[in-house]
């Protein structure tokens, strides 16, 4: 057999693993709730109801964000409906009225199945979405009202399904919507659906409600990632292990921060979804207080606890477990959730879904979980100031420079200066000149190799930030490290390279489900798997998607000899 078609049947065998581990809550029985949900929501598909746009890509992306394979019949003749909404005259929604809502559910459907591949239907709906902002930086019905909370969620959820295909999303959009949120917030610190309106209309009219002030919060989040990438994720709680918090951006992206400066402070967004979190806080109820959208309420919540790193409302009440346990006795036995009519059961339902899986944690941890520095060793998230010698912390000067210094003072092991150097070069990659990075790109790979596993690290961190395939080989064989910390990070690395929000399926560390006081019998017992199963999905990635040209090589042997 040749090692040609060898390669061919590993792949194939690999994908089989990917495509054969669905998604988890953690929780048992949310995955049962999930699983029971996915064949209702599948008997939706194929009922083929369009009640309001939007409707059968919501459905879509809930089962593709579930694990279900984008080229599944149903899934399949959902996407190709989008497809069918661009035309050379652009996007076309298919609901006038419901525009908004269904372009952003169509933006998230094709991002989530395969967002390169549909790149320039994204471009439209991205355009089209950007084209239907109002003055005042809101989105709305055909007939204006004074601005919609609601639609605008939605319009900005999918520029950031957008943003996340490399589409190169105006800033001003952000911007603007950021303007209109605080412009409109209301005295309390919540958000209503139409600022102004009645409060006595049946949808919550001009009070403030847990629904809208959840959305806007997240929506807020959303836009002052785009607008100050460089001020890192809000930070409501200490973060946990892999606590520095850095935005990812490719060349593009790092290019429009450069021309465009917000007109929307950063600590204006700030105090605003402080005051609407501290609304939120204040109210917080495990399921909305009304029957209308009450399902709704429970993505939006999962949204902005997310975006704003919220683990427990006020500190006491595990929010995710106090909603989940309400909503797991309420499920029907077709898998379905009761929900306002002009919602219907499967939108509800897919809802829960989103609700259950927390893709948005997922994707803020892959956009800001570059995983460098703190590592579970207890230090301050913040290190730019701080000495971690002598199990002490202390001010001490900041390292500064070209990179090559900076890798200089990493490749010296000094343990008085390893973190701040660290700090140092991740400030550098991430806000420096790109083409700084690829000039030393030669030597991190020799650090990449180096006898020091924190310096290992930190080159493994920077290499997934080249933007270079080819170091895909490296980062792969990274995998089989012995320290823990180089292996979580070479899997960070490569979620990044790749720009798979979600990677191949498997978990971030090999311990990740394993109690806090797991024996060290137990890691030992978990890591191996993970490691064989992390090589295994990643080798099959990168032997999908390297040039022709590097095909049949050492790599590719040594992946069958592997086997």
């Known amino acids: 057999m040749s090692r040609f078609t060898i390669a061919i049947v590993v792949v194939i065998f690999s994908s089989a693993l990917i495509d054969a581990a669905p998604p988890t809550t953690g929780v048992t029985k949310y995955d049962a709730a999930v699983r029971s949900a ?36 149903e899934i399949a003749a959902a996407i190709k409906e989008v497809q069918d909404r661009v035309t050379s005259s652009g996007y076309q929604p298919s609901d006038s009225s419901h525009h908004i809502y269904e372009a952003g559910v169509d933006a998230m ?34 007939s204006p009202t004074v601005g919609d909370t609601s639609m605008a ?15 190169e999303v105006p800033l001003l959009a952000f911007d603007k919507a950021c303007a209109w949120h605080i412009k409109t917030q209301l005295s309390d610190g919540g958000f209503a659906y139409h600022p102004g309106e009645n409060s006595s209309a049946g949808t919550g009219g001009g009070r403030s409600t847990l629904n809208m002030t959840a959305g806007a919060t997240g929506t807020l989040a959303i836009a002052r990632m785009h607008l100050y990438p460089q001020a890192g994720q809000q930070k409501t709680e200490t973060p946990k292990a892999f606590g520095v918090l850095e935005a990812k951006s490719d060349e593009s992206e790092s290019q429009k921060r450069t021309d465009y400066r917000p007109q929307t402070p950063v600590s204006a967004i700030d105090g605003s979804i402080r005051r609407g979190l501290g609304w939120l806080t204040a109210r917080f109820a495990p399921r909305a207080e009304t029957l209308d959208h009450k399902l709704y309420y429970n993505y939006a919540l999962e949204r902005t606890c997310a975006l704003n790193g919220i683990e427990k409302i006020g500190g006491k009440i595990d929010w995710y477990r106090a909603a ?27 809802f829960a879904i989103l609700f259950f899986l927390r893709p948005t944690k997922k994707t803020v941890a892959a956009q800001y979980g570059a995983g460098l520095l703190t590592g579970g060793r207890g230090l301050p998230s913040d290190l730019t100031n701080a000495d971690v010698s002598g199990g002490g912390v202390k001010e001490k000067r900041k390292i500064e420079g070209p990179l090559d210094e900076l890798l200089s003072e990493l490749s010296k092991q000094n343990p008085e200066q390893l973190a701040e150097a660290q700090q140092a070069i991740v400030e550098k990659v991430q806000l420096g000149n790109r083409e700084e990075l690829i000039g030393e790109i030669e030597r991190i790979r020799e650090l990449a190799r180096h006898p020091d596993a ?80 992390a090589l295994a999905r990643w080798k099959a990635w990168y032997i999908r998607v390297r040039p022709y040209k590097d095909r049949n090589d050492l790599f590719e042997l040594g992946l069958s000899n592997s086997r």
């Open 38 to 73: 996915i064949s209702g929501l599948r008997a939706a598909l194929n009922a083929k109801q369009k009640p309001h746009g939007g409707y059968r890509s919501i459905i879509a992306f809930a089962m593709v964000t579930a694990g279900e394979s984008p080229d599944d019949p």
């Open 109 to 142: 459907l094709l991002a989530e199945a395969n967002g390169e591949k549909y790149f320039n239907e994204l471009q439209a709906i991205c355009d089209y979405i950007v084209q239907k902002q109002q003055p005042s930086g809101s989105w709305d019905y055909p």
């Open 153 to 167: 969620q939605y319009a900005v959820l999918g520029l950031w399904a957008a943003a996340r295909s490399r589409i």
């Open 324 to 350: 989940g346990d309400l909503l797991v006795p309420l499920q029907k036995s077709d898998g379905t959730w009761d929900a306002h009519p002009v919602v219907t059961n499967p939108v509800a339902t897919s």
């Open 454 to 533: 924190e310096v290992r690290r930190t080159a493994i961190w920077a290499l997934g930030r080249s933007g270079q395939l080819k170091d895909a080989d490296l980062l792969i064989n990274a995998l089989q490290d012995f320290n823990v910390d180089v292996l979580v990070e070479a899997n960070n690395s490569l979620c990044y390279l790749s720009r798979k929000i979600d990677g191949v399926g498997i978990p971030t560390s090999p311990f990740d489900d394993l109690p806090e006081d797991a024996t060290e019998a137990q890691r030992n017992t978990a890591l191996d798997p993970w490691k064989k199963e």
